[in-house]
């Protein structure tokens, strides 16, 4: 049973920072690049960062760049991201994913965690 749990969502005011955290389980992830995306109340899912296996390649959508750091564990089946100057608009509920090296869309995705709310007060 192929399993990915997030956690470390929670409330935060503008400006802080939360950390999540995405562990997978159930099979080796070795060939899976690992991603986040986002959706809010009423809004399509959207990416927001992805890293390959090794953990040499990042990518990030332009809303998040600069503020959000994508990050793997050194067993490859956990994956971190860390969000500071958090913002009103960033509140989502945060998916974690794996699937395709570089995809950015998330029908390239094979597996995908429950969520964790991320809430952001002004």
């Known amino acids: 049973q192929v399993q990915l749990v997030e956690s470390g969502g929670g409330l935060v005011q503008a400006g802080g920072s939360l950390r999540l955290s995405c562990a997978a389980s159930g099979r080796t992830f070795s060939s899976y690049a690992m991603g986040w995306f986002r959706q809010a109340p009423g809004k399509e899912r959207e990416f927001v960062a992805t890293?390959?296996?090794?953990?040499?390649?990042?990518y990030y959508a332009d809303s998040v760049k600069g503020r959000f750091t994508i990050s793997r564990g050194n067993a490859k089946n956990t994956v971190y991201l860390q969000m500071n100057s958090l913002k009103p608009e960033d509140t989502a509920v945060y998916y974690c994913a794996a699937g395709s090296p570089g995809a950015t869309i998330s029908y390239a995705y094979d597996y995908w965690g429950q969520g964790t709310q991320v809430t952001v007060s002004s």
């Open positions: 890293i390959s296996w090794s953990g040499g390649n990042t």
